[in-house]
């Protein structure tokens, strides 16, 4: 079964240093594809980055880079100098790339507080 | 392109009626999934349509149902509310023409069902 793991519920940063958000997964699917998804307090999921199981280099995205250890079967989320509107919920979500594997599967979640 | 929207955004209904919420794609997406996402299980994965045919569906009871129309937009009902069906209720579009087909997500409906 897929699963993903959120190991902190909460997460402190100072605003202008580099935060990262752990995230493990475990598949048994050949090919998958890993998502980070941010939610502010107003409710909407808002799309990050993503990862292809089969890429060569780490995604990155802006600010937002992915450190993607395929042998370890993490994908750890890098936010580099945070700023205040970085507070919100992040998400960790996984998908299969075939069959019925193909809904998302998503993790619990790390609330970032960026302090001032 | 417009985003995600989705009505009503709030509601609130007694246990034991039911309820439609009503969710419009990205103008192109043929996809819409949706989730339920409460403080204690998080995001669950609901259904996903494609071109009005359910594709998936997960683990919810059959009082949980959805439909698609030829436009793509989608329904979703719930009937015979309960009061653990009070949560956020979000639909995310998607294009499947990309490889990694990420999905954008609508502002969500909370429902409170007392």
């Known amino acids: 079964a897929q699963k993903i793991t959120q190991t902190q519920p909460g997460m402190f940063v100072q605003e202008k240093e580099a935060v990262t958000l752990d995230c493990t997964y475990d598949?048994?699917?050949?090919?998958?594809?890993l998502f980070w998804y941010k939610q502010p307090s107003s409710g909407e999921m808002i799309f990050l980055i993503y990862?292809?199981?089969?890429d060569q280099q780490n995604a990155t995205e802006g600010r937002y880079s992915l450190n993607f250890q395929k042998a370890r079967k993490s994908a750890n989320l890098v936010i580099s100098a945070s700023q205040l509107g970085d507070s919100a919920m992040y998400f960790c979500a996984m998908r299969g790339l075939a069959g019925n594997n193909r809904k998302l599967i998503w993790g619990l979640g790390t609330s970032l507080a960026v302090n001032p | 392109k417009a985003g995600v929207t989705q009505t009503p955004r709030y509601l609130i209904k007694t246990r034991g009626q039911q309820v439609t919420l009503s969710c419009s794609p990205i103008s192109g997406h043929r996809s819409v999934s949706w989730y339920q996402q409460t403080p204690g299980q998080g995001l669950q994965f609901l259904f996903e349509y494609f071109s009005e045919t359910q594709r998936n569906k997960g683990n919810f009871p059959g009082r949980f149902s959805g439909r698609q129309f030829s436009n793509s937009r989608s329904e979703m009902n719930v009937s015979t509310l309960e009061l653990g069906d009070s949560a956020l209720y979000l639909c995310?579009?998607?294009?499947?023409?990309?490889?990694?087909?990420?999905?954008?997500f609508g502002p969500g409906t909370r429902l409170t069902v007392l």
């Open positions: 598949t048994s699917d050949p090919s998958y594809g």
């Open positions: 995310a579009s998607s294009d499947t023409g990309t490889s990694r087909n990420e999905q954008f």
């Open positions: 990862q292809g199981s089969y």
